[in-house]
């Protein structure tokens, strides 16, 4: 009789906690204007994390990021971790994994495309002395030759990790690159929220939403500081 009356109860929070999400879900959305769809969009997937199903409704939004989804994979995985912080590591684990894999499958589509495919499509929206498709060889030229930093930077900070997986399939980089950057400043990205929330609870989630653009302008200056001072070590060593 106990260990029915415990699975009832806990059925009982589930679908309380399910009826709150869904309560918070219609006020928001009751004061966001009809036209601003993305704000919308952003209530749905937060919502999530009040539910049963937070972690596959994560796993969906870490692997189509991206390759299609506008909203990033962040604010499920802080509004996760922020419900268990004892958990956050898992949180964050998880969506590194499959947003490596969802950006795997967009460079992947890019690479199938190719370069000579997105050259000839600008060509024929060219207008004027402008070369759209001149433009368009030339950014390719300009991820191939800075291809470390452009998908080090589009996975660790705000810039659309989405646009960069395209294109650098559409570039041609190597494929094994790719993911190699990607899975570290990925998982420094989602790990490093997921530790703040592991180690300082309910205080991370502001820190979190306050200070993470800067901190992540400060990880990329650090970089360029740490190669700049690669490169100057390479050229003592080497005379």
């Known amino acids: 009789m106990e260990e029915s009356e415990k699975v009832v109860g806990q059925i009982r929070e589930k679908e309380l906690s399910n009826?709150?999400?869904?309560?918070?879900?219609?006020?928001?959305?009751?004061?966001?204007?009809w036209w601003h769809w993305h704000r919308r969009l952003y209530?749905?997937?937060?919502?999530?994390?009040?539910?049963a199903y937070g972690v596959p409704a994560?796993?969906?939004l870490a692997l189509t990021e991206p390759i299609c989804v506008p909203i990033p994979a962040d604010v499920l995985v802080i509004g996760l971790c922020f419900g268990k912080p004892k958990s956050s590591l898992r949180y964050?684990?998880?969506?590194?994994?499959?947003?490596v894999l969802g950006g795997t499958i967009a460079f992947s589509l890019g690479l199938a495309i190719g370069p000579e495919r997105?050259?000839?499509?600008?060509?024929?929206?060219?207008?004027?002395?402008?070369?759209?498709?001149?433009?368009a060889q030339q950014a390719l030229e300009l991820y191939r030759r800075f291809d470390f930093w452009a998908i080090a930077?589009?996975?660790?900070?705000?810039?659309?990790?989405?646009?960069f997986s395209w294109v650098g399939g559409m570039a041609e980089v190597s494929l094994l690159k790719f993911v190699g950057i990607s899975v570290v400043f990925r998982t420094m990205r989602f790990g490093g929220e997921s530790l703040l929330f592991y180690f300082f609870g309910e205080k991370a989630r502001r820190l979190v939403e306050k200070y993470f653009n800067i901190a992540t302008v400060i990880v990329i200056i650090l970089l360029m500081l740490l190669a700049y001072a690669m490169k100057q070590l390479g050229h003592l060593f080497t005379g």
């Open 43 to 51: 209530n749905w997937v937060v919502h999530w994390a009040d539910t």
């Open 19 to 33: 009826q709150t999400s869904d309560k918070r879900q219609a006020t928001s959305d009751e004061n966001v204007a």
């Open 118 to 135: 997105v050259i000839s499509f600008f060509e024929q929206i060219s207008f004027g002395p402008i070369s759209l498709g001149e433009k």
């Open 153 to 163: 930077i589009s996975a660790l900070t705000p810039v659309p990790y989405m646009l």
């Open 92 to 99: 964050g684990l998880t969506c590194s994994f499959f947003s």
């Open 58 to 60: 994560l796993i969906v």
